[in-house]
């Protein structure tokens, strides 16, 4: 910048004007100075270059051999690549480190006990149950097909804090599963830890199977001594049998109750039948309807014979004696009585004659007719409900579903878990993977600037 240009041509400059624009020639002059060093080092770089195949030249002309210019300049290490190296030891060999520390030093051997089992039904078919409208057989066929709906019910009873309170007070599962807990935390249960704590620690350590088509389950259970996971796996068939049986006592108890209804009904009816026999009987004052009527049949029918006698002796005397003879008047008088006798007795199965109690033998009769029909319906009622009720006792008694167990809990011999290979070979290909990605990345940002 010359002189003239930076004098003012109207007035004097001000002392920030001055310093203003001394600065900007400062910064003129390192820029200047900036590219003359720039300009000296791209000299001396061409001149190296130069000196360099000069150097190859000589060589080549002297020795006879071709040498060879490398491409680019030799790589060294540079921060980026110490840092890809530090990284490499914290993502990767420190955690493969740490866990390989963790379970092959302190992680406590744990032993597994198996057991395999489905849910039975037994066929219940009864003869008197079918000929009673199927009573027994639809408790059978209903507990045949509920097999299915039984076992997913025992698959969630199995993991449920119902069925670790009942596992717990019979073996103290906090004692079993966190006596290693001073050298193995990770693994072990914590011996102050909740209900909660133990039932999430339940379903880690209790493994159970369930095939929804075969309804067959399997269960693998895990414990620090062998002897504890057979006892844990034994008490949860044992306890499994009891749920079982439960749900069968509540389906059965149903049939029951449903069958002892009926009984009662027909009991009740059955009573009522009876009483208004015996009402009827007081109020005409009969006991067996059917003797007294046959009875006055047989009274009739001595009547009518006695009639007849009495026919052929006036027929008789008519023809022998005399007119006026008194034998004829007394035969003719006894005539008379029976006939009047036998038509007292006709009159009373008739509508307007009276038996005992002042009623007619037509209305007793049909009365009599009527309460014996309903007692007899009862009577019948009263034998089939009794017949059904006796058989869903006899089926209740019987245990219509039940575990039937192809694998008994086993006794382990050998630890086999926690599978300490496979997790550290799990946690190796999951940091290598971290890495990796993480140095991807890394590099795609740096590129990206």
Excluded: C
């Excluded at 203003?20 to 190296?48: F, I, L, S």
């Excluded at 597994?112 to 409208?133: C, N, P, Q, Y």
């Excluded at 209305?363 to 409900?385: H, K, L, M, Q, W």
Aim: hydrophobic letters at 40%; charged letters at 25%; aromatic letters at 8%.
């Amino acid at each position: 910048m010359s002189q003239d240009a930076a004098t003012p041509t109207t007035a004097p400059l001000t002392e920030a004007q001055r310093l203003a624009q001394a600065e900007a020639e400062m910064k003129a002059a390192v820029h200047d100075a900036a590219q003359a060093r720039k300009a000296t080092q791209m000299v001396n770089v061409e001149v190296n270059r130069l000196r360099r195949e000069l150097e190859d030249a000589q060589i080549t002309l002297k020795e006879g051999k071709t040498v060879v210019k490398a491409v680019a300049n030799q790589a060294g290490m540079k921060t980026r690549h110490y840092g890809l190296i530090a990284s490499f030891g914290v993502m990767f060999l420190l955690p493969v480190g740490l866990a390989a520390g963790y379970l092959y030093l302190r992680a406590a051997d744990q032993y597994a006990s198996t057991m395999a089992f489905t849910v039975r039904s037994e066929d219940i078919k009864s003869s008197a149950a079918d000929l009673l409208g199927g009573i027994g057989a639809g408790l059978a066929g209903g507990s045949g097909g509920a097999t299915g709906a039984d076992s997913d019910i025992l698959y969630e009873f199995m993991r449920s804090p119902d069925m670790v309170r009942r596992i717990d007070e019979q073996l103290d599962l906090k004692a079993i599963f966190s006596r290693t807990y001073d050298t193995d935390p990770y693994f072990a249960l914590d011996p102050e830890g909740t209900i909660e704590d133990l039932t999430s620690y339940w379903q880690r350590m209790v493994q159970v199977d369930y095939d929804t088509t075969s309804h067959l389950m399997e269960v693998r259970t895990l414990a620090f001594t062998p002897e504890d996971a057979r006892a844990i796996t034994e008490s949860v068939f044992a306890e499994s049998s009891l749920m079982i049986n439960e749900l069968s006592d509540i389906a059965r108890a149903d049939s029951t109750r449903y069958a002892q209804e009926d009984l009662d009904v027909a009991l009740e009816r059955l009573k009522k039948a009876r009483e208004a026999v015996t009402q009827f009987r007081l109020e005409n004052e009969i006991v067996d309807v059917e003797a007294d009527i046959q009875s006055q049949m047989g009274l009739l029918s001595v009547l009518q014979g006695k009639q007849t006698e009495a026919l052929i002796e006036l027929d008789l005397l008519s023809d022998n004696a005399r007119s006026g003879d008194p034998r004829l008047d007394q035969a003719q008088r006894r005539l008379e009585v029976i006939n009047a006798r036998i038509t007292d007795e006709k009159r009373k199965f008739g509508a307007e004659g009276s038996g005992p109690g002042g009623t007619s033998y037509a209305n007793t009769v049909a009365d009599y007719e009527r309460i014996s029909v309903d007692r007899e319906f009862a009577e019948r009622a009263y034998v089939g409900a009794l017949s059904a009720y006796d058989t869903a006792k006899a089926e209740a008694s019987r245990q219509s579903r039940y575990l039937a167990a192809y694998i008994r809990p086993t006794l382990a011999q050998k630890s086999e878990y926690p599978q300490r290979a496979l997790r550290t070979g799990t946690v190796a290909l999951f940091s290598l993977l971290i890495w990796i990605i993480s140095t991807l990345v890394f590099y795609a940002l740096r590129e990206r600037r």
